[in-house]
């Protein structure tokens, strides 16, 4: 997920990523780029479900690591193994808060889902330049496995309890655009058809 201009984590503006936010300098990590680049709407990777993790061993270790790399390099708040090319059950979130800072989930469940909901802007590193305001939850109880293989279960509430929902999206195909209003889906056609086109391009080369 990524922080939209309006929000900013602790009232910084935090800009919205670019599509072709590829370094080229010869030796740096293009390459890695290309290796755990993060996909983009439309690619048909993204509505894929992905697979629960068996056994937390080293390839899980290094695939949160490329995560936590390519959500910061981006800016982001939260990642889903799929937006980088890998259909495993595995979320990371970043945000500025002293209670959960850095947080990588293996096989996420959400237990409990509030009544309640409110409506906030939300982004994707997968659509970049694409926000709108989705209605969600506030509360979110969700059961999964630490990276140390500690079973654990938290209770988030507001931006936390957001991430966490629209990341075990990701898990199952579903991205935030899937659960706007139909008038606010509608105002987005411009922003997706430049997305479909510019994706058409990077796949026709
Ligand atoms: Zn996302």
Same mark, same amino acid.
């Given at each position: 997920? *990524?922080m ?5 984590a602790q009232?910084?503006? =935090?800009p =919205?990523?670019?599509i072709? %936010? ?5 030796g740096n990590h293009y ?8 996909r983009h709407?439309?690619?048909p990777f993204l ?6 993790v068996s #056994? ?7 695939? /949160? ?6 959500m *910061? $390099?981006e ?7 799929p937006?980088? @090319?890998?259909?495993k059950? &595995?979320?990371? &979130? ?12 293996? %096989?996420?469940? /959400? +237990? ?5 909901t409110?409506?906030? $802007? #939300? ?5 970049? @330049? +694409?926000?709108a305001d989705v209605?969600?939850? =506030? *509360?979110?109880?969700v059961? @999964? ?7 654990v ?13 629209? #990341? ?5 195909g579903?991205l935030?655009?899937?659960?706007l209003?139909?008038? $606010?889906?509608k105002?987005l $056609? @411009? #922003?997706l &058809?430049?997305? *479909?086109r510019q994706?058409?391009l990077?796949?026709?080369s």
């Amino acid at each position: 997920m *990524e922080m939209s201009r309006r929000q900013g984590a602790q009232g910084v503006a =935090v800009p =919205v990523s670019l599509i072709f %936010n590829i370094d080229y300098t010869p030796g740096n990590h293009y390459l890695y780029c290309m290796e755990r680049r993060i996909r983009h709407y439309p690619d048909p990777f993204l509505r894929q479900q992905s697979e629960e993790v068996s #056994e937390v061993d080293g390839s899980i270790q290094d695939l /949160i690591q490329d995560m936590f790399s390519a959500m *910061e $390099e981006e800016r982001g708040i939260g990642l889903a193994a799929p937006q980088i @090319g890998v259909a495993k059950r &595995v979320v990371v &979130v970043s945000i500025e808060d002293k209670n959960f800072s850095r947080l990588a989930l293996i %096989n996420p469940v /959400i +237990v409990h889902l509030s009544t309640e909901t409110d409506v906030r $802007e #939300e982004g994707c590193l997968s659509l970049p @330049g +694409v926000n709108a305001d989705v209605e969600r939850p =506030v *509360e979110a109880v969700v059961r @999964g496995t630490t990276r140390n293989g500690r079973l654990v279960e938290i209770s988030a509430r507001g931006l936390r309890a957001r991430i966490l929902q629209h #990341e075990i999206d990701h898990l199952d195909g579903v991205l935030f655009i899937d659960r706007l209003t139909t008038k $606010e889906r509608k105002s987005l $056609e @411009g #922003e997706l &058809v430049d997305l *479909e086109r510019q994706y058409a391009l990077l796949t026709s080369s």
